[in-house]
Every structure is written in structure tokens, then in C-alpha cells.
């Protein structure tokens, strides 16, 4: 026998009419593969320590105490859920990250999960497959309504790149809100005009108010919908 022949009588799995082993569709490999990459992400290096966020709290920023209540409070506590316990991604802004033409806002990982953990917990699996799908139907990214100081509501979609930065989490404005949110919020001024040192801070929170419409999730209402609280210092 010839080396690399198959033995006597020894089958070969039928390829399918699509061209696919058989067995496996279009939407089985997609399904293989949002779990692998799930794996990849939620993965850390077992030599590096993860990067901990927290010890920083909204109340830690924001005085829950004032008198009238500060407009993000008054906005989170009118919808109905869960406030944000502890600050989930913390990066200074660089020049970089202050340019318009840079079109998103990015949370590096480079290429590792620890600085990214706290991000990835506050991720359902199906939630995840959302963030990695780039293009399947034509639907990018996890829909995630962004508020910031002011209680303004932005909407956001959350994605992945490798390409990015070493690896980043990308939040893209739908519309115009990416612009909106930096203007309203005087982070070119600030960071481009002014040299003033800016820190992010992001605290996801989740609230049962049905703000938007998802496509990998089977149950919509299981986990509600996942929000963030986006706070520059």
C-alpha cells in the first residue's frame, strides 16, 4: 500500500451538496467559530497578573448624595435595573484617541485578556458572539447605549479588532454619535487644545428597559440590555 493511501474498504465522509463536509453548514462552521473566538477572548495568560479596575466606583466620582441628583444618577435611576458597581475598563487618552478622524472609541487589550477582564465579565456568551461578528449579515457589533456625565444617551455598537492597537474592544457611533458624544463631552478641546492629561473611565451597567434589539440572543429578556456610563477625569 502506498504511503498516505487510505485502507481497503475505508470510507470517505461524503461531501455534502453545498460543498461542505457532511454534516457541517455555512451556519455550523459560524457557530464553531464564535466559540472558538469566545475562548480566545475570554482566555488570559496564565505569566501576566490582569489588570484590576475594582477599587474604582461611580460613587467615587459622582456624589450620590447631591442635591438635585447629578444627571447620569438621574438618568440611570430612570430606567429600571442595576446601577454600575465598579469601573469596568480604565485607559488615559492619548492624542491618538482624541482625534475625530480616528471615527471610534477604543479599549486596547493588546492582545491579552487581562487588561480587558472586568470588560469581558460584564459579556453573556451570546452577547460576545455579537461583539465578534463583524460582517456575517451585514449587522456589526453589540448594540450598547452609552451615557455619559451629563446623563445623554449615545448609541454605540461594540466590536473586536485584532488589527487595532494590538487587539481592541471598538465602540462605533451609529450616526453621528461618535462625534456628538466627543464634542458634547470637550475631549478634542480638552486633550488637543488645552494638553490637559484625560483618563476614561467606563462602568457597564444593565437595565430591563427594552433599549435595543438584538441578533444572537435567544432571550432577550434573560440578561437585559447591557449599557455603559462612559466618565472622563
Do not use: W
Not at 1 to 26: D, R
Not at 47 to 52: A, I, R, S, T
Not at 87 to 102: E, G, R
Amino acid at each position: 500500500m502506498s504511503q498516505g493511501s487510505s485502507p481497503p474498504g475505508a470510507s470517505k465522509p461524503a461531501p455534502s451538496l453545498h460543498g461542505f463536509p457532511a454534516g457541517q453548514t455555512p451556519e455550523s462552521i459560524f457557530a464553531k467559530h464564535l466559540e472558538d473566538y469566545r475562548k480566545k477572548l475570554r482566555t488570559r495568560r496564565p505569566d501576566l497578573g490582569f489588570e484590576d479596575f475594582s477599587f474604582l466606583r461611580l460613587k467615587d466620582v459622582i456624589d450620590y448624595e447631591a442635591k438635585p441628583l447629578p444627571p447620569l444618577l438621574s438618568a440611570m435611576r430612570a430606567l429600571p435595573g442595576s446601577s454600575p458597581i465598579y469601573c469596568s475598563y480604565f485607559m488615559p487618552v492619548t492624542k491618538k484617541q482624541a482625534n475625530l478622524k480616528l471615527g471610534a472609541i477604543y479599549f486596547p487589550d493588546c492582545g491579552d485578556a487581562c487588561r480587558t477582564r472586568h470588560l469581558v465579565e460584564e459579556l453573556t456568551d451570546d452577547e460576545l458572539d455579537e461583539v465578534i461578528d463583524d460582517g456575517y449579515d451585514g449587522d456589526d457589533g453589540l448594540p450598547v447605549p452609552v451615557f455619559d456625565e451629563e446623563g445623554r444617551r449615545y448609541d454605540f455598537k461594540l466590536g473586536y479588532s485584532e488589527d487595532a492597537l494590538g487587539g481592541s474592544y471598538v465602540l462605533v457611533g451609529v450616526g453621528g454619535d461618535y462625534q456628538r458624544f466627543m464634542e458634547n463631552n470637550n475631549v478634542l478641546r480638552d486633550k488637543l487644545e488645552l494638553g490637559k492629561n484625560l483618563c476614561l473611565m467606563v462602568f457597564a451597567f444593565r437595565t430591563v428597559a427594552p433599549l435595543v434589539k438584538y441578533k444572537h440572543k435567544k432571550d432577550h429578556s434573560a440578561s437585559a440590555t447591557l449599557c455603559m456610563a462612559l466618565l472622563f477625569c
